[in-house]
């Protein structure tokens, strides 16, 4: 890990998740409990790194999201390396936590995930639009196969090419695929949660129309679960 004198700083811009240097993006969710805690500890976060230099140069970004079930934040941070994460894991890391669950005791950790990005669908620029909402769609398979795991978004993409009625209120979609060969993560970019939701209900099993190329990728052998989540982007914090 390189070390850094630069200063942290908050942004409201989202991040650039296809950005080429974030060679190790990675997602964990707390639950909070309630709208307060939630606002409590993005507060604590923001506070607690806020007040300490940018502690890699290898650390691109750190976003945090509040999810529309009141109770759960989302955290995205963007590494070059998983070594740099490590490092900073092993030297920098326990004292945000402890000065977070001070402000904000019993914070549930459900756990972090170490990803790869794979593949985007959407402009680099967005369009020019800014994402009114963040929807997570978490795919776990039964066990690792990392073929498995590029084949099925592979047929996403394809379903996608073929979709006769792409609803106007998405922006991008940026698929990860888990270290451990298990799990695909679509951090999708929406203009509004509302049209997240109309897009739901229209025709078909979730947001694709229904033709074959779509009951292909939502029967895939080997899927065993899939869970969508909506955010809001609370936090962002990068180097200054």
């Not at 506070?47 to 502690?55: I, K, L, N, T, Y």
């Not at 999810?67 to 326990?94: I, M, N, P």
């Not at 990392?146 to 922006?171: T, Y």
């Not at 298990?182 to 203009?191: G, K, S």
Request: net charge negative; with cysteine; proline share 7%.
């Amino acid at each position: 890990m390189t070390g850094t004198s630069r200063t942290t700083r908050r942004t409201d811009s989202h991040p650039d998740l296809a950005d080429p240097r974030v060679g190790a993006p990675f997602f964990s969710a707390w639950r909070v409990g309630a709208p307060l805690r939630q606002r409590r500890s993005v507060e604590a976060v923001a506070a607690a790194w806020e007040r300490r230099p940018w502690p890699a140069d290898d650390l691109l970004g750190y976003h945090v999201y509040t999810g529309h079930d009141a109770s759960t934040l989302l955290h995205y941070s963007q590494w070059a390396s998983e070594q740099a994460y490590e490092a900073f894991a092993r030297t920098r890391r326990q004292e945000r936590v402890d000065e977070i669950d001070t402000a904000v005791p019993d914070i549930e950790r459900l756990g972090l995930t170490r990803y790869r990005h794979y593949r985007s669908r959407g402009p680099a620029d967005r369009g020019g639009r800014t994402p009114g909402c963040i929807v997570i769609v978490d795919v776990e398979f039964e066990g690792p196969d990392s073929a498995r795991q590029h084949a099925w978004v592979d047929a996403v993409f394809e379903a996608l090419a073929n979709e006769p009625a792409p609803h106007p209120g998405g922006i991008s979609a940026h698929f990860h695929l888990s270290t451990d060969g298990t799990r695909v993560l679509n951090y999708a970019e929406w203009d509004s949660a509302q049209s997240h939701l109309d897009a739901l209900s229209a025709p078909g099993d979730g947001i694709g129309s229904a033709t074959a190329l779509w009951e292909r990728v939502q029967t895939w052998p080997g899927l065993k679960s899939t869970t969508v989540s909506r955010y809001d982007h609370a936090l962002g914090l990068v180097p200054d």
